[in-house]
């Protein structure tokens, strides 16, 4: 079911093509066929990927895909060894949007299409006052209230809630899921690339996953992923006001608190518990059975099973230690 949602690429396009339209160098076979763009983890043969950070390196040593969008500066220091193709790129964020644009033109064709390919087993109950949109399948014994909008690219499975004013479009949805009211789930994430005078939208053309007996409380918003999945796998228990950015990932049994934030490709293993108005900076790890407490600021990977808190986040008797001597500091006469 997941593949019905997924948008499908135009194409194919010579690597020889998509180098004239982003003015990079090729370094390699000028003459691939490219399908598709994908993340390096994701990739497959006559995939072109991109790389703008050298954490990932690792990840494009292994990659299947068979061309790359990558800096100068890190194809002459990590990469020029490597046997794969490249188009070597002033700005290789900037270029790999430009190039999702030729691949997915039409990403909001559908949008405002209602009622087409639609499935809605008999046992369901729809408002009469929402609204169902494009490439819509709705399980066993699922309800949707009062103007909610659904779709477009939307499988809701068995025994799902979703509340009034609820927005959901390009995502997964498991079994015996509860949305609130207000929450918004798949909608693009905040991706843009700066060409020298202006912020270039990235097209955003992956879905959000969310699987069985999970919660979603009021006015969430949940962003889809930019290439494949933002994911929240079984049992998560989201409370109100959370965001939850691109490609992120919530393992099982996790637990977050209002009003706090997770920014985008970070990963958060399962069994976290998340205090309110706590913030996650991109691109880190929490490991399994991490505390983190209310109002701090993560900026670093965690290990499993630490208790963290404070701003920047430290362990708890560190962050413990320091509040008790500020306030030593602070009363000193």
Not at 104 to 121: F, T
Not at 153 to 178: F, R
Request: hydrophobic share 35%; net charge positive.
């Amino acid at each position: 079911m997941i593949n019905k949602i997924i948008p499908s690429p135009q194409g194919p396009f010579t690597l020889k093509k998509l180098a004239n339209i982003t003015k990079d160098q090729i370094v390699g076979n000028a003459n691939i066929n490219i399908k598709n763009i994908e993340s390096l983890e994701e990739a497959k043969s006559n995939s072109l990927t991109f790389i703008d950070n050298k954490k990932y390196i690792s990840s494009l040593a292994n990659t299947k895909a068979s061309a790359c969008i990558i800096s100068e500066n890190i194809y002459n220091k990590y990469a020029s060894n490597l046997n794969i193709t490249f188009l070597i790129s002033k700005s290789p964020y900037l270029s790999y949007a430009r190039l999702l644009k030729e691949f997915y033109p039409n990403l909001k064709e559908n949008v405002i299409s209602d009622n087409i390919n639609m499935k809605v087993m008999k046992s369901s109950n729809i408002s009469k006052n929402a609204h169902i949109k494009d490439n819509v399948s709705i399980g066993k014994n699922s309800l949707i209230n009062s103007f909610s909008s659904i779709g477009p690219n939307v499988y809701i499975g068995d025994n799902c809630y979703i509340g009034n004013n609820v927005s959901i479009s390009n995502t997964y949805i498991g079994n015996n899921v509860n949305i609130q009211d207000g929450t918004i789930i798949g909608q693009d994430g905040f991706g843009y690339a700066f060409d020298g005078k202006k912020n270039i939208k990235i097209p955003q053309i992956g879905i959000v996953k969310i699987g069985n007996f999970v919660e979603v409380g009021c006015n969430c918003t949940i962003d889809r992923g930019s290439l494949s999945f933002t994911e929240i796998e079984d049992g998560v228990k989201i409370d109100n006001l959370v965001h939850i950015a691109h490609n992120v990932t919530i393992g099982r049994n996790t637990m977050i608190a209002g009003q706090s934030g997770i920014a985008g490709s970070s990963n958060i293993g399962s069994q976290v518990l998340i205090g309110g108005q706590v913030g996650i900076a991109g691109h880190i790890n929490i490991d399994d059975n991490v505390q983190i407490g209310a109002q701090s600021g993560v900026t670093k990977n965690i290990a499993k099973n630490n208790i963290v808190s404070g701003t920047p986040s430290v362990n708890i008797k560190t962050y413990l230690k320091q509040a008790i001597l500020l306030k030593n500091m602070v009363e000193k006469k």
